[in-house]
Each structure stands twice: as structure tokens, then as C-alpha cells.
């Protein structure tokens, strides 16, 4: 029976999708899915009464099982998106295809997939980590069938790790609900947590992008979002940094503040006490009593700002895996105490004074900084930005320049030098249980692009001075958005390197923000941005 599908279904893909490359397995975007501009034609609908999706390639899928069509899914042997454009297809003619199991069987696809890289990189680690990457979806039919040599091979040895390991693998979506839910689990692990005075929820889609070719790994990174295009848009980033060689990014800075407002009997009283915080022995006595505080809370520095008899004490900290806003508060409300017995006459208005600053939009956290500060930077090759990106390295470079670098400036903007870094940053917050109010500060971003190579290539990178994230507390413990820190690795806090997680989990936002910021550049720049959202996010009449 598989036989026999798979010929069936090589005779439907050569037939509609020849000239795309569809017969030999391409996925016409990295993971299989769409980019903005790769969706081809659904296939002509049937009339066969027992099919209700009414395609003929659905319904040449029927009489195999969930796990046989992962697999060839997976060998490359019939393109992801094609099933989600014939699913698409199907349901604007009114036919009854069933979504759920397309879904089922997409996360058992990435299960496979997730396994599959994590059996790789631990080959690579035992034959000392030499040579690159070798990403399973290949689009040469050889190396689905598993041809012997090069690269090949090692392509089908970890596609047949994958099937294997991702039985048991932990970075799978078995936690992200898609079929049923635990509605009194769910209300019962939010109750005295998450939010008072429940009255339901609010479910949101989440797609998968990449690989996200970063530091030499791969990671799928799952966002949550109702914008059509957006997923797909980022995918097509993410193909061309992979296509390219991979990106890299680097932390720079690291540290949570909290800046509480302070009143003194008088303006010279507030400089007294700004001097009196500069001596090293005193910041060594604060420094003691705030980290008495947490196992994890590390004070880095202390800087007053000054507005008469007010005085704002920026502490800032480093705070393990967690987001880090209680710890901190915590830790400056104990600080304050200390501080009084050397200046009694100090008077807390509020631990928050708005120098810290928290989900607003300011010069004081673009400039020096607050959460993780993250910049990402891959070298695109000039010829996959001419055949992926459709466009080319000089209309990149004029385009970035007059709209992130000018108009952003004309605007007045304040960390706004960028197409859309709020796009990918809020949705992947969304997907991994972070405060979405943070993505004010978090997604302040500078993209820049400069030509390489003597012009022939681009270097673009994304500074983020600004990323508050974290692995553990808040949302990052109900089931759904645990599920989607495990599958990029970050869950919980770590073991061995406290803080680890959450600067991971930083450098994925910057890495995605990177693909998303060359996607959409790339669309502005060849005028396909308008109708990429027509084609894959407008419902057909």
C-alpha cells in the first residue's frame, strides 16, 4: 500500500509541481514550510463520494497511518506545505478535510525532526564536532532514498536516528494541546498564579519556524500568532540564513534593573546619599544584603539619577533562568532597609520608579541596556539573495538605509530602527509563556546591512539591547508554553550553569528576529510584501 501511495503520489507532485521541484522532494521552504512567495497551485478538486477533502492527494493519504506519512514527510518524499496548501485548498471549496490529523501528523514530523538533529549533534560531538551540519530535509531525491556517499549518507543516517530516537525524545510537543485540553488542570495551575477572575481562554495558533541555523545548531522555534504570513515570511528568513552558512550571535550585557523612587529631606541630602552609594565599602555592604536575598540575584552596579530632592537608585542584577522582576524587587526592598540605617531620612515612595525601566519605551534601556543585550549577525550569500530572496544586495543595503536608518529617525523612533522585530519578538513570547507587556523593551532593535565581499554578499546583523526573558516563573510553568521552551531546549532552569536557559532563549529571539527582519526587507525591497498577505492571509469569497 505505501508503494503503491508513494507512486500515486509522485505522479500528483510531477504533475503540478515539476518546474517548483516538488517530484524530488523539495520543501520549497526550510521545515517544509511555505515562504511568502513559494505557495504554488492547490491540485484540482475530485469528485470521489468517500473523499471529503475532494483532493487528490488527500485522498491518495488516506489509507495510510499517521506514522507513514511523517516519515515520508520527513525522507522528503512529499513536501509539508503541500499538504497545508491542499488542506487550505480544500476548505475555501467547501470540502470537510480533517485539519486535526494534518496537525497530529506535522508534530510527529517534528518530532522526528527535533530527534533527528539531537542524535546528529551528538555524532559530531563523538567524531570531535568536525564538519558542518548536515539538516536531514534534504532536497535531493537521492538523499531521501539514502544515497551512500558524502553528505548523503549522513543525511539518511540521522533521518533514520530521528524515526528512531523521537519515540522517546524529550523535545517533543506532547504538553502543546491541539486535539483536547485539560480545562480543570489548567484552571486549577493558573488559580493564585497566572490571573484572578477567570472566565476562559483564549487559544492562539502556534506554527513552527526554521531550522534557525544559530551557533552552529538547529533549533525548530515554535510562535504563536494570529498574523497570516508571518510564520511563513520568518521561514524564508530562516532558509536563507541555513543557505548561507548559519548565523551567530553574542550576549554583550546582562543584568535586570529595578530603580525605586526616593524622597530626601533635601536635594543635598539626595547627592549625600548618591556619593555615599559610590564608596566600594558601602556597595560591598548593599551588595551582601541584596544577594541574602536569593541564591541567584547577583548585583553588578548602582547608578542615582538625580531630580531635586528625588533620587532613583538603578540597581541592576543578574537573576539565574528567571525573568527576574520579583527577585529583584525582593532583594531592593531589603536594600532599602540597609540604606536607612546610614540615612534615616530616606522615604520610599515606590519600589518602581520608572528608571528601571519596565514596559515602556526609553533612551535609558536602549542605551545601556536591560534584560539580555544580543546581537545576531549572519554574511548572505549574494546568490541566495537573488534566488531566495528574490531581490538583490544593493536594493537591501538603499532600502534598509532610507527606511530603518531615516525614516525611523524622521519618526523619532527610539529603538525603532528595524522593519518588524515586534512581529517575531511578541509572538515567540506568546509561544513560551513570557510577559507580553516586555515586548515594548524587547523589541527594540537596530538592523543593519552593509555589503561584504567587495559588494557581493550582505552582512546583516540585529542589536537588542533590550531582551527580558526567562525559563522558569510566570507563564514559562503552564504545560502548553513549557512544551515549547523543551523543544528548543531551554525549560526550566539549568543544572549546571544558572542562567543558561534564558540567555539561550535570548539569543533564539534575536536569531529569529534576524530571519523575520531579512524576510520582510526582502519583500519590500521586490514589492511582494502586499501580495504574499493576500495570498496567505485573506479568506477567498
Known amino acids: 500500500m505505501l508503494a503503491r501511495t508513494t507512486q500515486t503520489l509522485g505522479s500528483c507532485l510531477a504533475r503540478r509541481g515539476a518546474a517548483r521541484g516538488l517530484a524530488s522532494g523539495s520543501s520549497g521552504g526550510v521545515g517544509g514550510t511555505p515562504s511568502a512567495d513559494d505557495a504554488p497551485p492547490a491540485s484540482a478538486p475530485i469528485d470521489a463520494p468517500a473523499s471529503k477533502s475532494k483532493s487528490q492527494l488527500l485522498h ?110 524529550p523535545r517533543t510537543l506532547a504538553d502543546l494541546p491541539f486535539d483536547s485540553f485539560d480545562h480543570d488542570g489548567f484552571y486549577q495551575q493558573i488559580l493564585g498564579n497566572n490571573c484572578e477572575l477567570v472566565v476562559g481562554f483564549v487559544p492562539l495558533p502556534v506554527g513552527l519556524v526554521g531550522p534557525l541555523q544559530l551557533d552552529g545548531a538547529k533549533v525548530q522555534v515554535p510562535m504563536a500568532t494570529t498574523e497570516g504570513a508571518l510564520v511563513a515570511s520568518t521561514n524564508r528568513g530562516c532558509r536563507a540564513i541555513m543557505q548561507s552558512g548559519g548565523s551567530t550571535s553574542t550576549i554583550f550585557n546582562d543584568g535586570m534593573t529595578r530603580a525605586p523612587a526616593i524622597r530626601m529631606p533635601s536635594a543635598a541630602e539626595a547627592v549625600a546619599l548618591k556619593l555615599w552609594l559610590d564608596e566600594p565599602a558601602n556597595f560591598g555592604a548593599i551588595k551582601a544584603a541584596f544577594e541574602s536575598t536569593s541564591n541567584y540575584a547577583k548585583l553588578d552596579s548602582i547608578k542615582c539619577s538625580i531630580g531635586g530632592r528625588n533620587i532613583f537608585t538603578r540597581f541592576k542584577c543578574r537573576t539565574g533562568d528567571a525573568m527576574g522582576m520579583n527577585m529583584i524587587s525582593k532583594a531592593v526592598l531589603h536594600c532599602m532597609e540597609v540604606m536607612k540605617e546610614a540615612h534615616p531620612g530616606i522615604d520610599v515612595l515606590a519600589i518602581s520608579g520608572n528608571v528601571c525601566m519596565d514596559k515602556k519605551p526609553s533612551a535609558i534601556n536602549w542605551i545601556e541596556g536591560r534584560g539580555k543585550s544580543v546581537v545576531c549577525e549572519v554574511v548572505l550569500s549574494g546568490h541566495v539573495i537573488v534566488e531566495t530572496l528574490k531581490c538583490t544586495v544593493q536594493s537591501l543595503v538603499e532600502l534598509n538605509a532610507a527606511k530603518n536608518l531615516v525614516g525611523s529617525s524622521l519618526a523619532g523612533s527610539i529603538g525603532g530602527n528595524n522593519a518588524h522585530a515586534a512581529n517575531i519578538v511578541a509572538a515567540v513570547f506568546l509561544a513560551t509563556g513570557q510577559d507580553p507587556a516586555q515586548v515594548v523593551e524587547s523589541a527594540t532593535c537596530m538592523t543593519l546591512m552593509e555589503p561584504v565581499n567587495e559588494g557581493k554578499d550582505l552582512h546583516v546583523s540585529v542589536t537588542m539591547p533590550s531582551i527580558e526573558v526567562g525559563t522558569i516563573g ?36 534575536a536569531g ?15 514589492n511582494h510584501l502586499v501580495s504574499a498577505h493576500l495570498a496567505l492571509n485573506r479568506k477567498k469569497e
Request: proline share 3%.
Open 60 to 169: 491518495a493519504l488516506s489509507d495510510l497511518d499517521d506514522d507513514a506519512i511523517a516519515t515520508m514527510v520527513f525522507k522528503g518524499k512529499l513536501p509539508a506545505y503541500r499538504l497545508e496548501q491542499e488542506l487550505k485548498a480544500a476548505v475555501q471549496r467547501g470540502a470537510d478535510p480533517d485539519c486535526t490529523r494534518a496537525v497530529r501528523i506535522r508534530r510527529k514530523w517534528v518530532s522526528m525532526l527535533a530527534a533527528s538533529t539531537e542524535e546528529e549533534e551528538a555524532a559530531k560531538q563523538l567524531h570531535g564536532g568536525g564538519g558542518a551540519a548536515v539538516w536531514p530535509t534534504t532536497t535531493s531525491s537521492s538523499a531521501a532514498e539514502g544515497d551512500s556517499s558524502g553528505d548523503n549518507a549522513a543525511a539518511a543516517a540521522a533521518r533514520e536516528a530521528g524515526e528512531e530516537v523521537a519515540k522517546t525524545n
Open 512 to 526: 529569529t528576529v534576524l530571519a523575520g527582519e531579512i524576510s520582510l526587507m526582502s519583500a519590500l525591497a521586490s
Open 474 to 509: 510566570g507563564g514559562t510553568a503552564l504545560p502548553a508554553q513549557y512544551a515549547c521552551l523543551e523543544l528548543l531546549g531551554v525549560n526550566g532552569a539549568h543544572a549546571e550553569e544558572p542562567g543558561a536557559n534564558a540567555k539561550q532563549l535570548a539569543r533564539i529571539v
